[in-house]
Every structure is written in C-alpha cells, then in structure tokens.
C-alpha cells in the first residue's frame, strides 16, 4: 500500500509563511501527479495546488503569486511553500497522490492524514 505523510503545519500570523511537505512510502512503481487541497470547517475539501510528475503545475485563483508547490520524484515527496498568508487560508491541508500501484495499471487516489494550518489575523 501507500503511505502519504504530511508535516509541517502550524500557527502563523497573517502575512507570515509555513513550509508543507508530504513523503510517499511503500510499495508502488510511480506517482503520476501529487496535489494539496485544503478544507476549511464547514466547507468542502478544494484544490490548492498540484504538479505532475515532468513538474507543470496547476493552482487555485486564490493561492497564485503566493504558494508555490515542488516535487521531489526521487525523494517522493511533494513541498508547499506558503508566503503572505492570510487567515483565509486557515484550514487541513491534504497531501493528495495518483499513485501507479503496478505498472500497466490504472492510478490509483491515495491521501494523507491532513496538517492543520492555522492563521491568525
């Protein structure tokens, strides 16, 4: 199986910065493409950022100009780096992976226990 791990979440005030990783375990041949969604109390989990295995990115309106994710293929691990931070922002940040669990096989959705960020204004 697949094992995603986050770290890195925290308190922060608003306009400061907070680093995201996740690290990939276990036994799979590759992950295609990794993301981070985030969700807020009462709302739905929602896409912050993702990256694809070559390293195009995507992100959310809200996040552009300020977040900015990265990959390690080798390492498996996938890094969200947080500037200006705004209490909006406050949520549990979910590592999201599409893993190829064996190859010729379609990928397979794997997610992390979720780091709670937190920003205070």
């Known amino acids: 199986q697949v094992q995603l791990l986050e770290s890195g979440g925290g308190l922060v005030q608003a306009g400061g910065s907070l680093a995201l990783s996740c690290a990939a375990s276990g036994s799979f041949s590759s992950i295609n493409y990794m993301a981070w969604y985030r969700q807020a109390p009462g709302k739905q989990r929602e896409l912050v950022a993702g990256?694809?295995?070559?390293?195009?990115?995507n992100y959310a309106d809200f996040v552009k100009g300020r977040f900015t994710i990265s990959r390690d293929n080798a390492k498996k691990t996938v890094l969200l780096q947080m500037e200006t931070l705004e209490p909006e922002d406050t949520g549990v940040y979910y590592c999201?992976?599409?893993?190829?669990?064996?190859?010729?096989?379609?990928?397979?959705?794997?997610w992390g226990q979720g780091t709670q960020v937190t920003v205070s204004s």
């Open positions: 990256i694809t295995r070559d390293g195009t990115t």
């Open positions: 999201n992976a599409r893993v190829i669990v064996r190859v010729l096989r379609p990928s397979q959705n794997f």
